[in-house]
T-cell receptor, first 114, second 114 residues
């Protein structure tokens, strides 16, 4: 079974631009979560989608948004990029949205904001 | 807000040494506990998890962790490390009724010298 895939793997943007990252979950998984990983703040939860609905949201500004499609694929968007948005963005998928549903992580998208 | 603390940021061990990585969390209610590992160049993957029952849980690759409720701790152990255990280890918590929103500790970088 194919794992979680994320595209693109690397991105370079400039301040003020916007970016869209994509995540394809493992087949049969309906929950997708996004995390931001930085050297300073570590791994932080962004949001979680289940059945096309945002179920949980972390403490990030409204510039960070996401959505989930009917095939469970998810995208996250960051508008008006800031230097501090440079990070590794990880996507994780699970069968359901419960704590006991193991989350499988993708390789991440490394975003650099110049 | 709940937090997860990993007090050892960097650990260097020789092969065959015993390992114990500390993890403490601040949430007072029922929690689900996890250890994730990120090997160099690889995805974040689940090492072990605790939901309820026997507080000593065993995971992959000979790792185990002990949940001590009175100490709000979930320390990771391995009796004899190998060079291939070189990785970054993350403790994480999902409070009861928080869906699958993982709160991660800051991580511990383990280097095992051959």
């Amino acid at each position: 079974k194919a794992g979680v895939t994320q595209t693109p793997r690397y991105l370079i943007k400039t301040r003020g631009q916007q970016v869209t990252l994509s995540c394809s979950p493992i087949s049969g998984h309906r929950s997708v979560s996004w995390y931001q990983q930085t050297p300073g703040q570590g791994l932080q939860f962004l949001f979680e989608y289940f059945s096309e609905t945002q179920r949980n949201k972390g403490n990030f500004p409204g510039r960070f948004s996401g959505r989930q499609f009917s095939n469970s694929r998810s995208e996250m968007n960051v508008s008006t990029l800031e230097l501090g948005d440079s990070a590794l963005y990880l996507c994780a998928s699970s069968v359901g949205q419960g704590a006991r549903d193991t989350q499988y992580f993708g390789p991440g998208t490394r975003l650099t904001v110049l | 807000a709940q937090s997860v603390s990993q007090h050892n940021h960097h650990v260097i061990l020789s092969e065959a040494a015993s390992l114990e990585l500390g993890c403490n969390y601040s949430y007072g209610g029922t929690v689900n506990l996890f250890w994730y590992v990120q090997y160099p160049g690889q995805h974040l993957q689940l090492l072990l998890k605790y939901f309820s029952g026997d507080p000593l849980v065993k995971g992959i690759k000979g790792f185990e962790a002990e949940f001590i409720k009175s100490k709000f701790s979930f320390n990771l152990r391995k009796p004899s490390v190998q060079w291939s255990d070189t990785a970054e280890y993350f403790c994480a918590v999902i409070p009861y009724n928080a869906g699958n929103m993982l709160t991660f500790g800051g991580g511990t970088r383990l280097m095992v010298k051959p």
